[in-house]
């Protein structure tokens, strides 16, 4: 009985000690809250921007690769086209030995011909890929730019 007797006496004070208690936990989800619910919009935010550099970056490599695209097309029919202008002959590499029998493509063809030279749609599809090479190459430097561009 003396714990009910204590209760009895300070009733007063346990209930502001109660009613304090009570509102400071309110008070303490009631930030909670609202440090989740600002939370939430930073991420969502944040998620958002993302997205549109995602897809600015993807429009920017989009772009990148139908110049390329665009290049080496017309670098594919420029050599076609010289192809069927030009009939293959064999060019003379050196007057004092004959060429190597081996071109090193992964097709087996051997450029040489019966001669000793190099026939002229080997010479064609070797200057076809050098190009080649050189544009993706330029391709590539000019993607580089962009993205510091952007990135500034």
């Given at each position: 009985m003396p714990f009910l007797s204590l209760i009895l006496n300070n009733w007063k004070s346990l209930l502001l000690i109660g009613a304090t208690a009570f509102i400071g936990f309110a008070l303490h989800q009631w930030n909670v809250s609202g440090m989740e619910a600002r939370h939430k919009a930073q991420l969502e935010e944040q998620a958002a921007g993302l997205a549109a550099q995602c897809e600015a970056d993807k429009k920017t490599t989009q772009e990148a690769y139908n110049a390329l695209k665009t290049?080496?097309?017309?670098?594919?029919?420029?050599?076609?086209?010289?192809?069927?202008?030009?009939?293959?002959?064999?060019?003379?590499?050196?007057?004092?030995?004959?060429?190597?029998?081996?071109?090193?493509?992964?097709?087996?063809?051997?450029p040489v011909g019966r001669d000793g030279g190099i026939t002229t749609d080997a010479l064609i599809d070797f200057s076809g890929k050098a190009e080649s090479y050189r544009l993706r190459l330029l391709a590539c430097q000019d993607f580089v730019r962009t993205i510091q561009k952007e990135a500034e």
């Open positions: 290049k080496t097309d017309a670098l594919s029919s420029r050599i076609a086209a010289l192809k069927l202008r030009r009939p293959s002959r064999c060019v003379a590499v050196s007057a004092s030995k004959p060429a190597a029998e081996h071109d090193g493509s992964p097709t087996g063809e051997k």
